[in-house]
């Protein structure tokens, strides 16, 4: 394919989960490895004019691929619209992967609401190298696709912010970081500060960073963040960033922390 081409796929299932959140399956075959994502739309033209950089959710042995997707936009909502049989139009996969951790390592995966996208793939995708794998996934008010994980992972942790559902507060409060060799983390600004701030070392966490793009290859450069080493393309040189190249005080809350 080439590097700026829009591949076709065919809408084999859409999903509606819970509130705004929903799960698309395109059919195949796509590639990709954990941490990876998509430029995608559903539109042909210019309105609107920029497509949506959404995380490989996961892609089955056909190479069907699934994307955890927010409706929380004009893009977003067309895409929540399309029904079986309708197109897709996907650039990628795009950007760097997720490291791999080391043969039986104590690993943490750590979500934030939406944030859990990339997580679930990378799950399944080390589950042969270590079974030391807990999940913690924080939630405002009701948790979803806690069954997705569970196969892959030894121990399954919930908080919400209303404490519907298991601890009452935010996830990084009961996040124990000593006890892990890796911690793989997507989700919300303040989340993923707080997860920094309380690690005792800021190099064993792997950072999947989210960020409204136009490109998704470098070009433009509408992505670039601040960090110790200069300025990076999430897209690019991202999305997958090791925790000790953060500037902490550039992590700045947002009510929405979503790919609009």
């Known amino acids: ?8 796929g065919t809408i084999l299932e859409n999903n509606h989960i819970i509130d705004n959140i929903y799960v698309l399956k395109v059919s195949g075959p796509f590639e990709g490895a954990p941490g990876q994502f998509y430029m995608i739309k559903s539109w042909q033209g210019t309105d609107p004019l920029l497509a949506r950089p959404i995380s490989i959710y996961d892609i089955d042995e056909e190479g069907n691929i699934y994307l955890l997707v927010a409706n929380v936009g004009r893009g977003t909502d067309i895409m929540m619209k399309l029904k079986k049989g309708d197109k897709l139009y996907l650039l990628g996969p795009l950007g760097n992967k997720f490291p791999l951790p080391n043969k039986d390592e104590k690993v943490a995966l750590v979500g934030g609401s939406v944030g859990i996208a990339p997580l679930k793939y990378l799950a399944r995708s080390i589950q042969d190298i270590t079974k030391n794998i807990d999940y913690y996934a924080g939630f405002r008010d009701n948790p979803y696709l806690i069954e997705d994980f569970e196969e892959y992972v030894e121990n399954t942790y919930i908080s919400t ?14 996040l124990e970081s000593e006890k892990y060799d890796k911690i793989y983390t997507c ?7 707080a997860l920094l701030l309380k690690a005792h070392n800021r190099n064993k966490v792997l950072v999947s960073m989210e960020s409204r793009m136009a490109c998704g290859v470098g070009t433009c450069r509408g992505c670039s963040i601040k960090t110790k080493v200069g300025m990076r393309r999430v897209c690019k040189d991202g999305p997958i ?3 000790g190249v953060f500037l902490i005080d550039w ?3 947002k009510d929405s922390w979503y790919w609009i």
């Open 251 to 253: 992590f700045k809350s």
């Open 1 to 8: 394919m080439a590097r700026n081409a829009y591949k076709e």
């Open 161 to 174: 912010e209303s404490g519907k559902v298991g601890y009452k507060g935010y996830i990084i409060d009961i």
């Open 241 to 243: 960033f090791g925790g």
């Open 187 to 193: 989700g919300p600004f303040p989340m993923m500060k």
